[in-house]
């Protein structure tokens, strides 16, 4: 039944019953699907091989390894080894290549690249706008407010808030450099 089910839910064609199947042979039928999902996690970054395989090595320094890969939550785990690792300021994937992708841009680089934005041209946008989204935008960005804290100050339910404040940002980014 397990074979059946793993060979039509995930493609997997077994030459062996997966009961009998070893840990590497595991990995190695699993593998592409952990491609797959450390492409996703990482948002197709260079690094997505480096942290399918660092799980990996987690996995295989667990002692409990066997139970895990036999009781099928071999995908999961090491899916869920990437996600932690990957959010993660602190931990040893980051430690090792966090600087691969958190590299700081230099100065001159910002300058050359970036548009300046023009206030004046904002303002004149928040003019066009109801009421409403206007005040809210301008005191939400003018009163170093989360959405959480202008919510707590105004009584405005936070998902309103955050609604408006997205629908502010798309209007003011669509019609700034026109």
Request: hydrophobic share 35%; aromatic share 10%.
């Amino acid at each position: 039944m397990l074979k059946s089910f793993l060979s039509t839910r995930i493609g997997i064609t077994y030459k062996k019953n997966p009961l009998t199947l070893t840990i590497k042979e595991t990995i190695e039928l699993e593998y592409p699907h952990l491609i797959e999902a450390a492409k996703k996690i990482t948002g197709n970054h260079e690094l997505h091989l480096d942290l399918l395989h660092y799980s990996i090595e987690e996995l295989y320094n667990k002692p409990n390894m066997k139970s895990i890969v036999d009781s099928g939550g071999l995908r999961f785990y090491l899916v869920r080894i990437m996600m932690t690792q990957w959010r993660s300021k602190s931990g040893p994937f980051y430690k090792q290549f966090g600087d691969h992708w958190h590299r700081e841009i230099p100065n001159n680089l910002i300058e050359e690249n970036e548009e300046h934005l023009d206030i004046e041209k904002i303002k004149e946008l928040l003019k066009n706008l109801n009421w409403y989204d206007s005040m809210l935008f301008k005191t939400f960005t003018e009163g170093d407010h989360t959405y959480s804290s202008l919510s707590r100050d105004t009584g405005i339910p936070r998902t309103s808030i955050s609604l408006t404040v997205n629908r502010v940002r798309q209007y003011i980014k669509q019609n700034l450099y026109i």
